[in-house]
C-alpha cells in the first residue's frame, strides 16, 4: 500500500498501518470533542448576556422591518402632545410625566440688548445663525453684509454656539451678539444647539413676532424675509422654509445622518423643514420649547423638529423662495429669502453688491475693494 512516500512491506508494513489508523482514530475522537464542547459553549451562550458587539449586531437584524410611517406612527413619548404643552403653558404642572431629553447645560455667553425690537412695521424677527464656533470669518462677514441690523429696528441678529479650545472673548465683547452653552460645538450636537437658541429665544425675546433659524453657510435678503409672513394665512401657527417630504432614513453606519433600526424603525420621517433656513412664528416657538424635554432626541436637527411638529399636529409649509443648493449664476434678488452654498466671503460681497441702495448697501465702503468680479 502507498501509505507513505516509499513502498513499505511485511511486518513493518503492518506496524505502520497500526500507527496510521490509530492516529486518525485520534484525531478522530479530538473532532468529535471539539464539536460536542462548541455545542455545549453556544447552549450556554443563549442564556446568557451576549457582549455590547455582537448584543448591536442582533438587535439591529432584528428591527430590520420596513413599517411604513404613516401606519400607526409611534416615536417616545407616545402622550398628547399638543394638550402637553398647554398645561405647561397654562402652568398646570405634569410632574408624572417622564423627561426623554433633558438640556442639562449652562449659558456661557448670553448677547446684550438684541431683544429690544421696535415694530416699525408689521412685526419683528430675531434672525438666528447656527455657526461653528470655528468659522469667525463667516460671523464676520455675515455682520458686515446681510446681518447688519444697526439702521432695522425690527430686526436683530444674533449666532449660536457651542464650546471649543479657541478665544473668543474678544468677539463676544466686540459684537454681544453670541448665544453659547457649555456643549462641544460639533456637527451631532446640533440639536441641543437648536434647542439652545429656542430656549433662549422663549425666554428672553417673548415680543419678538417670529425666529428665523440659518446656518452661516446661507445668503439672507432680509428685505424679502421682512415680507414672508404675509404668505401665511395663519400667521401664528407658522414653521416653514424648504420642505422635505418622503425622506428616507439613511441606514448606512458610516453616514453622519445614520440612524438605526431600533432608534427609529419607520421607513420615512415625517415631512420637515431642511434646516439650513426655517421661520416660526414665537407661538410655534414656544410650543416646540415647551415639548422639547419629552421628544426622545436624534441628532439632526431639522428630522427631530420635523417629528415635534407632528406630534404637535403643525404642518409644515414649504414655499419656493429657499434654495438649498446655489446655482451657477443665481441672482439673490427677485423673491428670494435664503440661498445655500455661501462658504466663501467673496461670494458673499457679490451677492451682497447685487441687492438695491434701499436694502443698506450704501453704507458698507469696504464691499467695493474687496469685490471685484471678472
Not at 410611517?69 to 399638543?82: A, R, T
Not at 430686526?155 to 457651542?162: I, R
Not at 422635505?244 to 439613511?250: K, L, V
Not at 416660526?280 to 415647551?290: G, L, Y
Given at each position: 500500500?502507498?501509505?507513505?512516500?516509499?513502498?513499505?512491506?511485511?511486518?513493518?508494513?503492518?506496524?505502520?498501518?497500526?500507527?496510521?489508523?490509530?492516529?486518525?482514530?485520534?484525531?478522530?475522537?479530538?473532532?468529535?470533542?471539539?464539536?460536542?464542547?462548541?455545542?455545549?459553549?453556544?447552549?450556554?451562550?443563549?442564556?446568557?448576556?451576549?457582549?455590547?458587539?455582537?448584543?448591536?449586531?442582533?438587535?439591529?437584524?432584528?428591527?430590520?422591518?420596513?413599517?411604513?410611517?404613516?401606519?400607526?406612527?409611534?416615536?417616545?413619548?407616545?402622550?398628547?402632545?399638543?394638550?402637553?404643552?398647554?398645561?405647561?403653558?397654562?402652568?398646570?404642572?405634569?410632574?408624572?410625566?417622564?423627561?426623554?431629553?433633558?438640556?442639562?447645560?449652562?449659558?456661557?455667553?448670553?448677547?446684550?440688548?438684541?431683544?429690544?425690537?421696535?415694530?416699525?412695521?408689521?412685526?419683528?424677527?430675531?434672525?438666528?445663525?447656527?455657526?461653528?464656533?470655528?468659522?469667525?470669518?463667516?460671523?464676520?462677514?455675515?455682520?458686515?453684509?446681510?446681518?447688519?441690523?444697526?439702521?432695522?429696528?425690527?430686526?436683530?441678529?444674533?449666532?449660536?454656539?457651542?464650546?471649543?479650545?479657541?478665544?473668543?472673548?474678544?468677539?463676544?465683547?466686540?459684537?454681544?451678539?453670541?448665544?453659547?452653552?457649555?456643549?462641544?460645538?460639533?456637527?451631532?450636537?446640533?440639536?441641543?444647539?437648536?434647542?439652545?437658541?429656542?430656549?433662549?429665544?422663549?425666554?428672553?425675546?417673548?415680543?419678538?413676532?417670529?425666529?428665523?433659524?440659518?446656518?452661516?453657510?446661507?445668503?439672507?435678503?432680509?428685505?424679502?424675509?421682512?415680507?414672508?409672513?404675509?404668505?401665511?394665512?395663519?400667521?401664528?401657527?407658522?414653521?416653514?422654509?424648504?420642505?422635505?417630504?418622503?425622506?428616507?432614513?439613511?441606514?448606512?453606519?458610516?453616514?453622519?445622518?445614520?440612524?438605526?433600526?431600533?432608534?427609529?424603525?419607520?421607513?420615512?420621517?415625517?415631512?420637515?423643514?431642511?434646516?439650513?433656513?426655517?421661520?416660526?412664528?414665537?407661538?410655534?416657538?414656544?410650543?416646540?420649547?415647551?415639548?422639547?424635554?419629552?421628544?426622545?432626541?436624534?441628532?439632526?436637527?431639522?428630522?427631530?423638529?420635523?417629528?415635534?411638529?407632528?406630534?404637535?399636529?403643525i404642518r409644515p409649509i414649504g414655499v419656493p423662495s429657499f434654495?438649498?443648493?446655489?446655482?451657477?449664476?443665481?441672482?439673490?434678488?427677485?423673491?428670494?429669502?435664503?440661498?445655500?452654498?455661501?462658504?466663501?466671503?467673496?461670494?458673499?460681497?457679490?451677492?451682497?453688491?447685487?441687492?438695491?441702495?434701499?436694502?443698506?448697501?450704501?453704507?458698507?465702503?469696504?464691499?467695493?475693494?474687496?469685490?471685484?468680479?471678472?
Amino acid at each position: 500500500m502507498f501509505l507513505c512516500k516509499h513502498v513499505v512491506t511485511g511486518i513493518r508494513n503492518i506496524r505502520i498501518l497500526k500507527i496510521f489508523y490509530s492516529l486518525y482514530a485520534i484525531e478522530i475522537l479530538l473532532l468529535v470533542a471539539i464539536c460536542a464542547l462548541y455545542g455545549q459553549n453556544r447552549a450556554l451562550q443563549t442564556n446568557s448576556i451576549d457582549p455590547p458587539e455582537i448584543a448591536d449586531i442582533s438587535k439591529e437584524k432584528s428591527f430590520k422591518h420596513n413599517v411604513p410611517f404613516g401606519q400607526n406612527f409611534k416615536y417616545p413619548l407616545e402622550i398628547d402632545m399638543l394638550q402637553l404643552s398647554r398645561d405647561i403653558h397654562s402652568n398646570n404642572t405634569r410632574e408624572n410625566v417622564k423627561i426623554m431629553n433633558p438640556h442639562p447645560f449652562s449659558y456661557t455667553m448670553l448677547p446684550k440688548r438684541k431683544c429690544n425690537l421696535k415694530v416699525r412695521g408689521n412685526w419683528t424677527i430675531i434672525i438666528i445663525v447656527k455657526s461653528d464656533i470655528r468659522n469667525v470669518e463667516r460671523r464676520q462677514v455675515i455682520r458686515n453684509t446681510w446681518g447688519n441690523t444697526s439702521n432695522i429696528s425690527d430686526v436683530s441678529v444674533v449666532f449660536m454656539l457651542g464650546v471649543e479650545d479657541m478665544p473668543l472673548s474678544a468677539e463676544e465683547t466686540k459684537y454681544e451678539d453670541i448665544i453659547q452653552e457649555n456643549f462641544i460645538d460639533d456637527y451631532r450636537n446640533n440639536t441641543l444647539k437648536t434647542i439652545m437658541g429656542f430656549n433662549w429665544a422663549v425666554k428672553h425675546c417673548k415680543t419678538a413676532n417670529y425666529l428665523f433659524f440659518v446656518d452661516d453657510d446661507y445668503f439672507v435678503n432680509v428685505a424679502n424675509l421682512m415680507t414672508l409672513p404675509n404668505r401665511c394665512k395663519n400667521k401664528h401657527n407658522v414653521y416653514l422654509g424648504s420642505i422635505t417630504s418622503n425622506a428616507i432614513p439613511y441606514r448606512d453606519k458610516d453616514s453622519k445622518w445614520y440612524i438605526s433600526w431600533k432608534d427609529y424603525p419607520y421607513d420615512k420621517w415625517p415631512p420637515y423643514i431642511m434646516g439650513g433656513a426655517y421661520l416660526v412664528s414665537m407661538k410655534t416657538a414656544r410650543q416646540f420649547q415647551i415639548i422639547f424635554p419629552y421628544v426622545k432626541p436624534i441628532h439632526m436637527d431639522d428630522v427631530f423638529l420635523g417629528i415635534v411638529s407632528h406630534k404637535l399636529n403643525i404642518r409644515p409649509i414649504g414655499v419656493p423662495s429657499f434654495y438649498s443648493g446655489r446655482k451657477k449664476g443665481h441672482k439673490i434678488t427677485g423673491s428670494i429669502v435664503a440661498s445655500h452654498g455661501y462658504e466663501n466671503s467673496v461670494d458673499v460681497y457679490r451677492a451682497w453688491k447685487q441687492l438695491p441702495k434701499k436694502y443698506g448697501f450704501e453704507n458698507f465702503i469696504n464691499v467695493t475693494k474687496i469685490v471685484n468680479p471678472t
